[in-house]
């Protein structure tokens, strides 16, 4: 296995995109990701997407975005895991170059979200669930992360407020974020008197939808360092399953597929919670955010929540997340999402993370979920010396 590196990012603003096609979201980022990294041409193509299918009635999305891109010829492929599907292309490019198929890959999530109305959007993301026993039932996405939270805060001794610290932060982090969707800071006032969508779930308990392309170029690391190119390493990746129904889990409350997925990261890349700086986690909901900082050792069972109430989560906190708005305010383009989170945590390793940038951080987490747990990615990544 070779060491793999990132030597090149490329990302659209989130947001709606009236103007822009699914194929020019895709390209833009790619040719972006391309130019940051001097590579005129890759040997392959990974397409990250969860809803071109269903919403924008197109499929082949690797081919269809080589040939966009200039690129026709070149292996191309769609990888898609719902909700996790930016993640799951990351990897397919991952081992492709660690395993020594390809010297250069392309990877790219991309999404297309605001072109339909909000019913047959909300429809087509239940695909993610369990479609006989929980999607025929009429259970929508908001619904099963509700029945998630009702249940975390009647056995921890939780209100629903105590979760603000997660979106407050996430909006904080935003502001400085130009490819943001909602870079607004809120209050936890606003929090607490905002919209109920299937209770105790709000509004700013929820991520939005859009539209939105990222890409990054992936090689092996001693290519980095021998042409002087600023690289991050692919320090661990890896992917766990659980049940994708909620109810055929052994305990709903805890995220085993993370779990699983975290603790063959940290043994690949040799470090624990304790070595890492910041976790660009999947806060698709707050409950969500609570989830997986238990399940990755960053609290105990039923602590993650305290970590918001008490800001260690914020950018100077114990463990920062959500370092560019997350989810909730970067927004969530669902099949993009992985490579977003990716290309934020280069930019920290980078050290060109602007306003929201961490002092000397060496080590960054990613975790994009898919589904409401059934299958969670892990990535560590670590800054370059030369």
Not at 98 to 113: F, N, P, R, Y
Not at 336 to 359: D, F, K, R
Request: charged letters at 20%; one cysteine or more; a negative charge.
């Amino acid at each position: 296995m070779r060491d793999v590196s990132i030597i090149g990012i490329g990302q659209t603003p989130v947001g709606e995109h009236w103007d822009k096609s699914l194929r020019d979201l895709g390209a833009e980022a790619m040719l972006a990701a391309m130019e940051n990294a001097h590579l005129e041409r890759p040997e392959a193509l990974y397409v990250g997407n969860m809803l071109a299918g269903q919403l924008s009635h197109q499929e082949n999305l690797g081919a269809l975005l080589a040939d966009y891109a200039g690129l026709r010829g070149i292996e191309a492929v769609k990888v898609e895991a719902s909700c996790a599907s930016g993640a799951a292309a990351f990897r397919m490019g991952y081992m492709a170059v660690a395993g020594g198929i390809h010297d250069m890959v392309l990877v790219c999530g991309v999404e297309k979200m605001t072109d339909t109305l909000g019913e047959r959007t909300t429809s087509a993301l239940v695909a993610a669930a369990d479609a006989t026993y929980e999607g025929e039932q009429g259970v929508s996405f908001v619904a099963l992360n509700a029945l998630l939270m009702q249940r975390y805060l009647y056995e921890y001794g939780y209100k629903r407020e105590d979760f603000g610290g997660f979106a407050i932060n996430a909006h904080r982090n935003a502001v400085h974020n130009p490819y943001a969707m909602f870079p607004k800071e809120i209050s936890a006032k606003a929090f607490a008197r905002a919209k109920m969508i299937a209770e105790p779930v709000s509004l700013l308990d929820s991520s939005g939808i859009g539209d939105g392309a990222a890409a990054v170029v992936l090689a092996p690391t001693e290519f980095a360092l021998r042409h002087g190119l600023p690289a991050v390493r692919v320090a661990g990746s890896a992917i766990a399953t659980d049940a994708v129904a909620i109810h055929d889990r052994d305990e709903p409350l805890f995220l085993m597929a993370a779990y699983l997925s975290s603790q063959r990261a940290y043994a690949q890349a040799g470090v624990g919670p304790g070595n890492v700086d910041f976790f660009e986690l999947h806060d698709a909901f707050t409950i969500m955010a609570a989830l997986s900082l238990e399940a990755c050792g960053f609290a105990e069972r039923g602590q993650g929540v305290r970590l918001a109430m008490e800001d260690e989560i914020s950018l100077s906190g114990k463990i920062p997340i959500c370092t560019m708005g997350g989810l909730k305010a970067r927004g969530h383009p669902v099949g993009a999402t992985g490579v977003y989170q990716i290309v934020e945590a280069t930019l920290q390793l980078w050290g060109m993370a602007g306003e929201n940038q961490l002092p000397d951080c060496r080590v960054g987490m990613t975790q994009n979920i898919g589904g409401s747990g059934a299958n969670i990615i892990t990535h560590i990544l670590e800054r370059v010396t030369p």
